[in-house]
Each structure stands twice: as structure tokens, then as C-alpha cells.
């Protein structure tokens, strides 16, 4: 038989199945995709242009009423001891109560605040989404590669096959499961490929790129060796609760105002009346023109909008208080399930490590047996169809491992 010239290349192969996760990193840093995607993303430059609005209204907040002007003509001139009057022309401004324009702009800029821990949540959402679609097709590429090299290793497989068929070792059976077999790995790889055109797509979108844009990962994705410890107290930090200390701010802010709002406004005015001279005698300073400075004062007595404007703000207050304990809630239970499922997703890692290695055990008896010529192309599919089984599995829990990392470092970074 010529059973030694092949079983270097068996060996080689096992070795290239084996060890597929210590290939040398390849394509582009993922840290590289999120910064072109919060550059380029429309939903981030839309929520930077309401943040940059927002900032443009502190500027709107410092302004007093407008300045009244009024002009009026005499058709019938009222007569005065120094001459008829033929006109009234006056101006009066109104001016807010002291610190009612710093209490707006103060509002203002807590409002602006509001808007950017919104810019802030967005981008993080986005650099979340791009890493899980990341994984994903790393996934789907660590996949093609082990299927590519399951397909290769069937064809060592079929070349022993066809050897032994001509010595009489094996029957056309075998030859035609391991066909079969070869068969469905390529389908395999073909549903792959069409899962990656859909999720490339996606991802493409993300950084609002052409769809078809072609996307490298990385190919090897290694487990830590120690987990990071994670706390509790780090979703404190989180801008979604963040936003709620933000909000709460704007009410106070909205409250001060609303008290600076409510108290009197002052008005300063001049009126100016042209007097015509009389005619039909001569007096001291006639025909002298009237002036007269005003002061106007407005008086909140009706004041029922500001006790209710108040009393929704205190409202408002507990509202916000309620929606973040709500939210806090949210982001503990899902800080809890990503730490359970990271290390769930370790776990079946390594069990599938220990897997993989007896299979291998296994594998290296079946070559063994080569050597004698007791091969058995039945448990050679089966060995063959565990280490596939097994590296799949490998490839899924790293994935997750690393999709509930970036889950993990939204809620506590």
C-alpha cells in the first residue's frame, strides 16, 4: 500500500484543524470601523446638529421685550395755556426682572446639556451595533476557514479512500459518503457566504458606506486569560442614567426661571407732544413742546400660570426620579445576563477545547490504523464530523464572548 506517502499530509492537516486559532491577526482594528462609523453615521451628525441648536438657543435666551413705538396725530388739537397740541410720539421699554435673563440662558444651557448626553448615548449605541456586527462576521469568516479546511482534509481523505478501494481495504461506499460529505460542507459554506453578504450590508450601513464594500476581520480572536472584574457601581456612569440627572437639572433650571418669570417687569417710556404757538397772544414759553418720562411697573397679580407652571415642575421632578430607577433596573438585568452568558460562553470554549483534543486523540489512532490497513472510513466521517462540530462551537462562544464584552463595557464605561 502506499500508505506512508499520504499520512504526512493527514497529519498536516489535523495540525492546520487544531491550531486554526492561533493564525496571525488580519484586517482591519475594529476600534478603526467605530470611529469611521461615528464620523460618517447620519443619525450621529443628526443628533450633533440638535445638540449644536441646542447650544444656538443660550445665545436666543439673552433678549428683553421689544422696544414700542408709537406715533399719533391730533385731528382735533386740544388747546393748552401755551398753544394747541398736533401730535403724540413716545417709546416705552419693558425690561424683566433682575437675573430673569441668566435664569434663560441658565435653562437653556441645561437643556443643551440634555442634548449632548443624547449625542453621547448615540454614539455609544453605535460603537455597541458595530461591534456585535463585527463579530458576527468574524464568525462567519472563522467558519468559512474551518469549512475550507474540512473540505481539504476530505479530499486527503477520498485520495486514501480510492487507495484502499484498490487494495481491498475499503469498499465505493466510502468513497461516495466522504463525497456526500464534501457535498454538504460546501453548501454549508455557500449559506455562509450569503449570510455575509447580509450582515456586510449592515454593517456597511452603520458607516454609511456602499453595501458591497468589502469588510476584513480579524481571523483569530483569543480568549483572556484573567476576566476582567466588573462592578455594579459602574452603571452610575452610564450616560442613559446620566441623561436623567441632566433632565432633572433642566427642570430646576426651568423652575428658577419660571420664579423669575412671575415677578414684575419694569418699563421706562417718553412721550413728546409738538405744541403750536398761539396766535392771539403773546405768553411766557409758548408754543413749548411736552415731554414727559414714564415709569410702568406690571403687576403678577393673576399669577395662576406660575403656581401651575411650578407645580408641573415638581411633577416633572418625580417623573424624572421614576424613569431612572426604571432605567437603572433595565441596566442592571442586562449588565447581570451579559456577565452570565460571557461566562457561559467561556465555559462551552473551553469544554469544546477538551472536546477537540480527545477528538484528535481519536484522530491520530485512525492513522494509525492506516498504517496496518484496518482503517475505518465510518468513524473517520464521525471523527471528522465532531472536530467540525466542535470548532464551530468554539467559534460561536468566542463570538458571544466577545458581542456581551462590548455589551458589558456599554453599560459600565
Do not use: C
Amino acid at each position: 500500500m502506499k500508505t506512508n506517502k499520504n499520512i504526512p499530509a493527514i497529519k498536516g492537516a489535523f495540525v492546520i484543524l487544531s491550531f486554526f486559532f492561533v493564525l496571525n491577526m488580519e484586517g482591519q482594528d475594529l476600534q478603526s470601523f467605530i470611529k469611521e462609523a461615528q464620523n460618517n453615521n447620519p443619525e450621529i451628525q443628526a443628533f450633533e446638529l440638535r445638540y449644536s441648536i441646542a447650544e444656538e438657543k443660550v445665545n436666543e435666551a439673552n433678549w428683553i421685550p421689544n422696544t414700542e413705538v408709537s406715533a399719533g396725530y391730533f385731528v382735533s388739537e386740544p388747546e393748552t395755556r401755551v398753544g394747541p397740541q398736533r401730535a403724540r410720539i413716545g417709546f416705552k421699554q419693558m425690561l424683566p426682572w433682575f437675573g430673569t435673563i441668566t435664569a434663560r440662558e441658565n435653562y437653556a444651557s441645561s437643556m443643551a446639556d440634555a442634548d449632548y448626553v443624547e449625542v453621547t448615548i448615540a454614539k455609544r449605541k453605535l460603537e455597541l451595533s458595530v461591534a456585535e456586527t463585527y463579530y458576527q462576521l468574524y464568525e462567519i469568516r472563522a467558519k468559512q476557514l474551518v469549512l475550507e479546511e474540512n473540505i481539504q482534509l476530505l479530499d486527503t481523505y477520498q485520495r486514501l479512500a480510492l487507495t484502499s478501494v484498490e487494495v481491498g481495504n475499503a469498499s465505493a461506499v466510502d468513497v461516495l459518503r466522504l463525497q456526500i460529505r464534501q457535498n454538504e460542507l460546501v453548501q454549508e459554506k455557500k449559506v455562509l457566504e450569503q449570510q455575509a453578504f447580509g450582515i456586510r450590508a449592515a454593517f456597511n450601513s452603520l458607516l454609511n458606506r456602499d453595501h458591497d464594500v468589502p469588510v476584513e476581520t480579524v481571523t483569530e480572536l483569543p480568549l483572556p486569560e484573567e476576566e476582567t472584574a466588573f462592578s455594579y457601581d459602574g452603571l452610575s456612569l452610564n450616560p442613559e442614567l446620566l441623561k436623567y440627572d441632566k433632565l432633572y437639572e433642566s427642570v430646576v433650571q426651568s423652575e428658577l426661571l419660571n420664579q423669575r418669570e412671575s415677578a414684575p417687569m419694569i418699563g421706562f417710556g417718553l412721550d413728546y407732544l409738538p405744541v403750536s404757538k398761539r396766535t392771539d397772544m403773546d405768553l411766557f414759553e409758548n408754543g413749548k413742546d411736552i415731554v414727559m418720562p414714564m415709569v410702568s411697573v406690571t403687576i403678577p397679580i393673576f399669577n395662576n400660570r406660575y403656581k401651575s407652571i411650578s407645580k408641573q415642575n415638581e411633577l416633572r421632578q418625580q417623573e424624572i426620579e421614576s424613569q431612572k430607577d426604571q432605567r437603572l433596573n433595565v441596566l442592571e438585568s442586562a449588565f447581570a445576563k451579559a456577565i452570565s452568558q460571557r461566562n457561559q460562553a467561556r465555559i462551552k470554549f473551553e469544554t469544546q477545547s477538551k472536546n477537540l483534543k480527545q477528538a484528535n486523540d481519536a484522530e491520530e489512532i485512525l492513522i494509525k490504523n492506516y498504517e496496518t490497513g484496518t482503517i475505518d472510513f465510518n468513524d473517520v466521517l464521525d471523527i471528522q464530523e465532531l472536530q467540525l462540530k466542535f470548532q464551530m462551537n468554539q467559534i460561536e462562544s468566542v463570538g458571544n464572548y466577545y458581542v456581551q464584552s462590548a455589551v458589558i463595557n456599554y453599560l459600565t464605561n
